[in-house]
């Protein structure tokens, strides 16, 4: 590079700087967090309280979820377009029938279709070597023209969402949102599953070299499978939290989450091409993206100017961040 | 600087082609020095030299692929500048490569109209070279390899060159259709046109050439007259001083009579890719040498043994049983594991040493729980030590250097335990300290009664590790060199398919 500097140091900061963050890629997305919450503060003195952050929390966690499905699926250079429509059958499934059958077989029934649509992904990806864009936005087309043909099935019965789910979705307990007592769990087997077993690090393994991977024996159909069946298992379990907050169940529910899952993953270092990324990293995403619509809206910006923003805002941090952490 | 060994023909007209002083740097590294050849019109000349000597970089010169460093090319006595393959086209070099160039998308026609070959001539050549069915609307991809090569040969030969550069382009094909080739080019030579042809069939160049240049360590060594005896004195060149200072044996030659029961591993009759009919045994505690020229299939013969690719006949044997492997995950719980030549092929960049080595271990299903940190760190590091593997940037294997990087592809089957490895030219591009270190570690193996399958582009490196050397050559074993003797003048000869050189008293 142009910097020669002369003396002892011959490593100069902005690259010293350049390795630390390689090193901890989770300090610059904390900065950037700090920094949209302090901008918030400056803007609406007193908004940033105890409330606000119980508020922010809660709905961060169902997009914290669904970016977890897109992590996982991104490490393998794939992604799975299908959660959102996994997750608004599940919430639509489950206030239609939990009122007949109980909460139990309620929930059962709305992870049913989420089950199916995991494995007809999985051996599309895996088996038949669909693109993950192709096969997953196939069968969330399918999976909503289904839920559509349910729906008239069950226009007497009409919706309602079971009260565990509103407790669970809306409540706060001592300040904290009762929502944490199915996120914690969650996040803690998702950073375990990509942290400390065989299954997470062949997820790391298909996504860097899967000529690699096959030739150390691993059997790319198989972890493919199992990966898009939990994905969408999770996708269902966010689409049921994320009914129990919004409260009003309809066939586009979890619609404007699907994007964003993306952006939150990608943002919080997920690399698109496989085998870069993880866990904490996408949660801070959910979090940036949850503040940063909060900021936008309130600037009180039309709801077009407030897109173009959010997109751009998505693009530059992408871009920022990855010349941040690349360190070459 | 041009050394001129044997008759020249007489010369009765200027050269064609006259290269001079060829020079190529890649940075500090040069891959050609000084290489010259002249090319006379009407005349078939050949092209040799060894894995290395910088045969494709003058090729890639010649034919404007590549720009040199130095040196001058003149084409009927015209200095050219070949900057672009456009550009060697059109001063009348027209090349032919070993693999087809049609677009295999698009129909024959099309493929013509591309290279704006003009139509009438290009079918003349087709029917001459004994192809007479051929339909113009034909897709590329449907027409069969061997016939697709014809086509390039006439769509070449259509656009009337000077010089035709024919780079390995028999190989491919069926002894008839070669001998029609070999026919038209002969036809060419007598029309004035001028041939450079590029084989390792020694066969087909005493057939076709009048004269070969021999090209070592990026230097034209000697040009000679194609007569009877001539490969004896090529190969003498091709090797240079090499052949005074045969090395010998560095370790004790195992003897294969004191292992008792089956071969760890029997090949026979192993049809795949280019490889016909391959028959030879592995046996335990040994390492065996495979040798073959660049492309003579050796890389489809270890996929095969590897389960990465499935053999169109013949048997695998592992310990006396028939085995058949449909994925790589078969052969290894069968103990037999491909460190591959191409170590991005075999790593995972982005990840650190320890996922790397411990990769295999999380592979089957029933591994795909929690994993046994404390037992895992040990093995890795035990295979670690055992490599002496520089960890200092272990966080992500693509800070390691290539040799480290390398260590790392066979520390992985080293903690694994298995008990065969196949090593696909493990030592290319890594510094010699290393290329020791895994010699050494190789013998070691097989004295513990590990075996290894070792193919190597660098012949001296047969009489460092392996107990024999088995030669490929046409899809076939041409020859199963002991040790003693496999020395790189002898390897060398029986890599080029020319029988063993009776015993000369020293």
């Known amino acids: ?328 | 600087m041009l050394e001129t060994t044997g008759a020249k023909k007489p010369v009765t007209t200027n050269p064609i082609l006259d290269a001079t002083g060829v020079a190529k740097n890649y940075g500090a590294v040069a891959a050609l020095r000084n290489a010259s050849l002249s090319v006379l019109p009407g005349e078939v000349h050949a092209l040799m030299g060894a894995n290395g000597a910088g045969k494709s970089t003058l090729v890639k010169i010649l034919t404007g692929a590549v720009r040199p460093s130095g040196g001058r090319i003149q084409i009927r006595g015209e200095t050219r500048e070949f900057s672009s393959p456009g550009a060697a086209r059109r001063a009348g070099l027209v090349p032919v490569y070993q693999e087809p160039s049609l677009i295999p998308d698009l129909d024959i026609a099309s493929n013509l109209r591309l290279t704006r070959t003009p139509v009438e001539p290009f079918a003349e050549w087709v029917r001459e070279l004994g192809v007479n069915d051929l339909s113009l609307g034909a897709t590329a991809r449907d027409v069969p390899l061997a016939i697709q090569r014809v086509l390039d040969l006439a769509r070449a030969l259509a656009a009337e060159p000077h010089v035709l550069l024919l780079d390995e382009m028999t190989a491919a094909l069926p002894a008839d259709l070669a001998e029609r080739v070999v026919d038209v080019v002969r036809r060419q030579s007598a029309a004035g046109r001028s041939v450079i042809f590029i084989s390792h069939r020694f066969v087909e160049i005493a057939a076709m050439c009048d004269r070969a240049t021999v090209l070592r360590d990026g230097e034209t060594v000697g040009v000679l007259k194609i007569e009877t005896g001539v490969e004896e004195r090529i190969v003498e060149l091709m090797l240079g001083a090499k052949i005074e200072k045969a090395r010998g044996v560095t370790h004790g030659a195992r003897s294969t009579a004191t292992v008792a029961g089956p071969p760890r591993v029997a090949v026979r009759n192993l049809a795949v890719g280019k490889l016909q009919d391959v028959s030879f045994e592995l046996a335990n505690g040994e390492v065996a040498g495979v040798v073959a020229l660049e492309g003579q299939g050796q890389d489809e013969l270890f996929e095969a043994l590897a389960g990465a690719r499935k053999p169109s006949a013949g048997t695998i044997e592992v310990d006396g049983a028939a085995v058949r492997f449909a994925h790589p995950a078969d052969a290894i719980r069968a103990g037999l594991a491909l460190v591959p030549g191409d170590r991005s092929e075999a790593l995972l960049m982005h990840r650190s040493v320890r996922e790397n080595i411990a990769l295999p271990f999380s592979a089957p299903f029933r591994r795909w729980g929690p994993i046994a940190l404390r037992k895992e760190r040990a093995t890795v590091t035990a295979a670690i030590e055992r490599l002496q593997i520089d960890t200092r940037a272990q966080r992500e294997v693509q800070r390691l250097s290539g040799g480290n990087q390398q260590k790392v592809t066979i520390a992985r089957w080293i903690a694994a335990e298995t008990r065969t490895i196949l090593c696909f030219d493990p030592t290319r591009g890594i510094d010699v300290r290393t290329k020791r270190e895994i010699y050494r570690l190789l013998r070691e193996l097989a004295g513990q009664g590990f075996s290894v399958l070792y193919y190597t582009s660098e012949l001296e490196e047969v009489q460092h590790v392996c107990d024999r050397a088995i030669v490929i050559f046409g899809g076939r074993v041409v020859d199963v060199l002991p040790v003693e003797i496999a020395d790189e003048a002898a390897l060398t000869r029986a890599a080029y398919g020319l029988p063993r050189q009776s015993e000369v008293a020293p």
């Open chain 1, 1 to 328: 590079m142009s910097v020669t500097a002369a003396g002892a140091e011959a490593v100069p900061l902005g690259k010293r700087i350049r390795r630390f963050m390689s090193d901890r890629p989770l300090v610059p997305l904390v900065i950037l967090l700090v920094l949209l919450v302090v901008a918030l503060q400056i803007l609406r003195p007193g908004i940033v309280n105890e409330r606000w952050i119980a508020n922010t929390v809660k709905f961060a966690i169902p997009l914290a979820i669904l970016a977890g499905c897109q992590t996982m699926t991104m490490l393998t250079g794939g992604i799975d377009l299908s959660v959102s429509t996994v997750a608004t059958m599940a919430a639509f499934i489950v206030s239609t029938q939990a009122v007949e059958h109980g909460p139990v077989i309620g929930v059962a029934l709305a992870l049913l279709p989420a089950v199916l649509i995991g494995l007809a992904n999985g051996i599309g990806v895996g088996i038949f070597r669909v693109h993950p864009l192709i096969m997953t936005l196939g069968t969330s087309l399918v999976g909503i023209g289904c839920l559509q043909v349910y729906q008239r099935t069950v226009i007497a019965t009409g919706t309602k969402v079971p009260a565990f789910l509103s407790w669970l979705g809306t409540g706060v307990t001592g300040g904290f949102p009762n929502a944490l007592l199915l996120f914690i769990p969650v996040a803690s087997l998702i950073l375990f599953v990509l942290n400390r077993t065989g299954f997470g690090r062949l997820l790391y393994a298909v996504g860097d070299n899967e000529r690699a991977a096959r030739l150390s024996g691993v059997v790319y159909w198989k972890v493919i499978l199992a990966l898009y069946v939990g994905s969408s298992l999770l996708a269902g379990v966010a689409g049921l939290l994320y009914v129990g907050l919004i409260k009003a169940p309809s066939l586009s529910l979890a619609d404007p989450l699907l994007l964003p899952s993306v952006a939150a993953a990608v943002v919080g270092g997920t690399s698109i091409f496989g085998g870069r990324g993880g866990y904490t990293g996408t949660i801070l995403g959910a979090l940036i993206l949850t503040v940063l619509t909060t900021l936008l809206t309130i600037l009180q910006m039309p709801e077009g100017a407030r897109r173009i923003l959010f997109g751009l805002i998505v693009l530059l941090v992408t871009a920022a961040y990855l010349r941040i952490v690349e360190d070459r």
